[in-house]
C-alpha cells in the first residue's frame, strides 16, 4: 500500500514539475484558436511577411487603415469607460479649433477592413506583438484584440513595468532595422503644445522608435517648428494631420480627459475649473468654502516630497499656488495679463520679450523678489535633468537674458511662439534658497519639503504621505475677497489619488484633481459633489512600429 | 458459579471473531486503517466532495458552460444575473460562470502545482541531506530558518520585482517559499526513522544510503508530507488571490479567481460602485472560499487519521 | 544565560552582512534602471548618455556594485541610513514616520489574536469533542480560508457602510479618540485573521500538557478542577504558544500589507512596496535591514523564553 502511495506520489511530482515547466496551453483560456490559413511555411517568391508585400505588413497603409476600421471605439468608449473618455476617429487632435478640416473618418467598418486586408494580401499568419504600460488600458486592450480577431488579425500583448524609456523609445539606428522588439505599443500623451505630439514622428527625433523616416512628414514637422503666428501653426498642424491621417502613422484611439471633483462646500466665484496638467488664473484667494474651519479639504499633498516645478509646471496645487509665474495664462493656456510682471512687451519679430516686473512682492520668507531671481531661474531650470522640453526648447535659444533694475530682458535667436506659454508656466523659484544645490539634485532637494515662494498660499506644515496644509498668504500683492484661509492636502501622486473616494464618502474633499475613469463613475453617484471634465483633452493612441524587427 | 455456561456478551462476540478469522472470512480488508478513519471523519468527507465536484467543474468547464471566459459583449456589460448568464457579465460582458470555472484550473493549478513542487523541493532535499547530516544540512536549515521567518508576503512581492510577472514564474516563486517548511519536516522526520533498527538492519546490510532514504524510509513520512501538500495548496491559492489584489499576481489578462475578485480594488484600495454589483467578484469569492475550505477539511481530516496517538 | 545570549548576538554579525548584501544584489538584477523612476520617461527619452552618466555619477549610482554596497555598510555601521533617492529625505526620520503607524496597528492586531486565540483554544481544548469545540474547530478553518483582504471588504460593506459605526480606512488625525476609532477595524480584521493558526496552536498544546502524567496527578492529588488546568495545563501550555508569538514578531514590520492597501493605512507595508516599485535602494535596504534584525533578535528572544518558562530546557 505505501509503496503504490509513494510512486503516486512521485508521479504527481513529475506532473506538476511539468506542469510548471511549459506554459500548460491546453488550459489556457486566453490563448487564440490556431488559426486556419497558413501560408505553407515561406512566403514563395517575395519577403513579405503575413502575405503582404512588406518585411513588415505594417508597413502596408491598407493594413494599417485596416487595423484602425476594425476598432468599434464608440462601443469601448461607452461600454468600457461609461463615456468618459472622448472616441477619436480622425486625429490625435481633439475636435475643436486645432482639429483640421477633411479629415478621413475611420468608423468602425469591419467589412472594409476585412477588404482592405484581403487587398493587401493578409493571411492571417503574422501574429502582432503589442505592449502597454498602463494599467487602466487592459480591458480596453483586450477588446481590440477581440475586434482585430474578428477580422482575422492576432495580436499578444505585454504589460511593460520596467526600463520603460529604452524598451519603447529606442529609436531605429539607420532607418530600416527596428530599434524596440513590438509592433504596437498603447501608450498616450499628455501634451502641452501640439509641437509635443507630432515632433517624435520626425526621422531625427531621438525617440522616434515607430514611424518610417519619411522626407514629406519632416519637412511638415520642420515647418510647423517655425511658425510665428498661431495661423501659421495652424496650417502648419493641419497638413501634418492630414498627412498622418491618410498614411495612418498612429491609431488614435481616445482622449482621455481630467476631471475636477468640487464639494457643495466650496464657490468658486465663477472662476472655470480649467485645466488640471498646468498652470491658469484661478483667482483662488476670491474662493469661498462653506466650513467653521475655513479649510478647503483638497488632494496632491506630498507623498514623497512636493514635486518640483521643472518637468510639470502646474500637475500639484503647491505648483499653482505656493509659486507665481511672470505671466497669467486663460483657462485655453493662452498667456493674458502679467501676474509677476506688471506689463510685458514682444518685439515685433518675436525675438525680444520685455518684462517689468512687480514692485514689493516678497517671498515668503521676507526676502525681496528681485529680476535676478528670475534670470537665474529661467537659466537654472535648463541645467536640470528632465526638465520639460517645451521650457528648455525656448530658453536654449535665448542669446542674452539681461536684468535692469525691475526689467528683465530675453533676446532670443529665432521667433519662439511658444515663449509666452513657457513664461505663462514655468513659476519663479527663489534664487537665495537653490542657488548652492546642483541641478542634479534639485528634483530631491530637502527645498521641496517645505518649499518657499510667492504665491497667494505658503507652505505650513508637510507630513509625507499624510498631509500638507497651506495657510493664505496675507501680504500677496492681489489680496482677494474669499474666506479660505487653509488649505488642507490629503498626499496623491501623479498617477493617482486612490483615497480619493473614501475622503469623499467621509466629505473630506472640496477640490480634486482626478485622473481616474472609475472613480468619477464612483463619485457620480454621491451626493453633494460635482465633477467638471477639464476641456483639455489628451490622446491615448496606438504607436506603430513600421521599422523591420529582427 | 459454572465458566463454562455462564459466558458474557463480550466472549460471544470474541467467539465469533474467532470463528469468522479461523474460516477465512476475514481476510485483509481492502482498504487500510488510515482511510478507514478519514471515511468516518464526516467533514473530510464533505471536503473530499466539494473538492471532487470543483475539480471536476473546473477541468470539465466546457461541459457546463458554453461561453469561453474571453468571449466579451460591450453591449451587455455588468448585467445581472439571468437565465443566460446565471452569474451575470462582468465589466467587459464576459460570462462570470465561465471565467469562474476556467480560472478555477489556472488557481488550481498554481497551487496544487506550487505544493507538489514545494514538496518535491523540500522533501528530496530533506530526506536525503537530513539523512547525511553535515555542513550541507547546517546550511540548508539557516536558509530555511530565513525563509520562513520573512514574511512570505514580502519575499514574493521582491522576487516578483526580480523575476517579473507570469504564470510559469509565480508557481517557480511559491516553490521557492514554500520549500523551506517541507523541508524541516521531513528532516525531522527522518531524524527520528534514523533512529529505528530497521534503518539500522538496513545499513548493517550495506544497502546505498540513497536507497535507504528514498525506498526505505519516505514511504514512513508519507502520511505528514501529503497533510502539509494539501494545506501548502490551499495557502497558495489565498496567495494568488492576495497578490492579483497588489498587483502581483498572474497578469490580469488571465482568468484566475483571484483576478476575478480584484475587480473591486482598484490598485490596492476597494471599488465602491462595485460592491453592490455583487455577482462580479462575490459568487467567485464564495467559490475560492468554498475550495481552500474543502482542502483545509481534507488536510485536517487526513492528520487526524495519519496520528497512532487518535484512535478512531 | 548572558554568555548565550552574548555569543548568540555576536553570531547575528556575519548572518546580517550575508544577507543585506544579497539583498543589495537583488536589486541590482532587478530589471530596469533606477533612473526611470527619477525622471519622467518622456523627459528621459530627450537627455543623451553623457547626461544620464553625470546624473548618476551625483547621485552616487555609478561604479561597481561592491564598491556600493560597502560603503551603504559603513553609514550604516555609523548610523546613517542613508537618503530617500526620490527626496534626499534621511531614511531613519522616514521611518520614524512610517514605523508608528505600521506597529500600532500590528500590535493591536497580535494583541487580538493571542488573547482571543489563547482564550478560545483552552475553552476548545477543555471542552474537547463537545458542541463548542467542535464549532470553533470549523468557524477557525473558515477563518483560514477566507482572504484576508475579503474578510476586510466584508467588515467594511457590514461596519463602515451598513452600520456606520467606523470610518472606512486612513489613520486618525490627532486626538486618542479619532486614532482609537480608525485603528479599530483594520486591527480587528488582521488580528481575527491571525486568530485561527494562534486558537489551533494552543488547543492543541493545551491538549497535549493536559495529558502529561505530572497534571493527571495533580489531579489525583485532589486539586479543583480550575487549579489543575490553569497552574498546571496553562502554564506548560503558554510555552509553544509564546514561541509562536515569538515568531509572529518580524511580522510587525511587514505583516500587514494587505491590509494596509484595504484601509489605506500609511504604514511601512505600503511604503516599501512602493520603494521596491521604484527601486529606492536605501530605503529597500533599511527596511529590509529592519526585517532581518526583528527576526534574528526574536528568534533569540523565544530560545530565552523558552527556558524560562520550561524549566526543562537548558540553553547551550
Known sequence: MKRIASLLLALCMVLALCACGGTPSGNNPSNPPANNSQSGGQPSGNEGVGGTAYPNPLQDVRVRQALWYAIDMDAIVDGLWSNTVIAAHKSLVPEGAWQADGLTEYKYDPEKAKELLAE????????????????????????????WEAVGVKMEFDLLTDNLTVLLWTPSPDGVKSGVDWDLCFAGTNALTLGELYNRHHSTANNNSTVLWDKDLDALIDKAKVAVTTEDQKAAYDAIQKYENENVETIPLFYIPSWIITS???????????????????????WTIDRADKTMYTNTGAVNALEHTATNPGLFWHQEIVFDRLLNADTSLTASDGMLAESYDV?????????KLREGVKWHDGEPFTAEDVKWTFEYYCTVPGANTVLTDVINDASSIEVDGNTVTFTFNNPQPNALTVFSQWSVLPKHCLENVTPENFAADTFWQNPIGTGPFKVESVKLGE????????????PGTGNIEKIYMYPSSDAGDENLITNAMADKIDYAFCKDSSQVQQVQDMAG?????????????IFLNMFERS | MNMKTKKTALDRKLDKIRVAEESGKLGTKLTNRTLRKLTSNKLAVFGAILFVVICVLCFGAPLFTRYSPTEFSLTEIQAKPSLAHIFGTDQMGRDIWSRMLYGGRISIIVGLGSALGAALLGVTLGMYVGYLGGWVDKILMKLADIFMSIPQMVMIIIIVALVGQSLQNLIIIFILTGWPS?????????????????VQSLRAFGISRTKIAFKHMLPNALGPIVVNITLSTAMFILQEASLSVLNYGVPMELATWGNIISVITNSGTIRFDWLDKWWMWLPCSIMLILFVLSINFIGDGMRDASDPTQIG | ?????????????????IITFLIYWGIELMPGDVIDFLIPMDQLAEMSAEEIAAFKAAKGLDGPMIVRYLSWLKDVCTGNLGFSLQNNMPVSELMMQKLPATIELSLAALVISTVLGILLGVVSAL???????????????IGVAIPQFLFGIFCIILFCLTLNWFPVGQRGDGGLLSELHHLFLPAFVLGISQTAGVMRYSRSSMLDSMNRDYVKTARAKGLPEWKVNMYHGFRVACTPVMVLIGFRLPTLISGAIVIENIFQWPGVGRWFTDAIKTQNTPIIMSVGLFMVLMVLLSSLLVDILTAVLDPRVKLS
Not at chain 3, 1 to 17: A, D, H, S, V
Open chain 1, 120 to 147: 493587401a494580401g493578409w493571411d492571417g499568419s503574422y501574429t502582432l506583438k503589442a505592449v502597454y504600460y498602463t494599467g487602466n488600458l487592459l480591458d480596453t486592450i483586450t477588446a481590440i484584440k477581440g475586434y
Open chain 1, 264 to 286: 457643495k462646500h466650496l464657490d468658486m466665484k465663477g472662476n472655470a475649473p480649467g485645466n488640471d496638467q498646468f498652470c491658469y488664473q484661478k483667482n483662488i484667494l476670491d
Open chain 1, 347 to 355: 518685439s515685433d519679430d518675436g525675438k525680444v520679450i520685455t518684462f
Open chain 1, 467 to 478: 498631509y500638507t496644509t497651506l495657510v493664505r498668504n496675507n501680504d500677496y500683492f492681489k
Open chain 1, 529 to 541: 459633489f460635482n465633477v467638471d471634465t477639464v476641456n483639455v483633452t489628451f490622446p491615448r493612441y
Open chain 2, 182 to 198: 517541507m523541508y524541516r519536516m521531513a528532516r525531522s522526520k527522518v531524524l527520528s526513522l534514523r533512529e529505528e533498527e530497521f
Open chain 3, 1 to 17: 544565560m548572558l554568555n548565550f545570549t552574548l555569543r548568540k548576538l555576536i553570531g547575528m554579525i556575519p548572518m546580517l552582512i
Open chain 3, 127 to 141: 471542552k474537547k469533542g463537545k458542541i463548542a469545540d467542535n464549532v470553533l474547530t470549523v468557524a477557525g478553518m
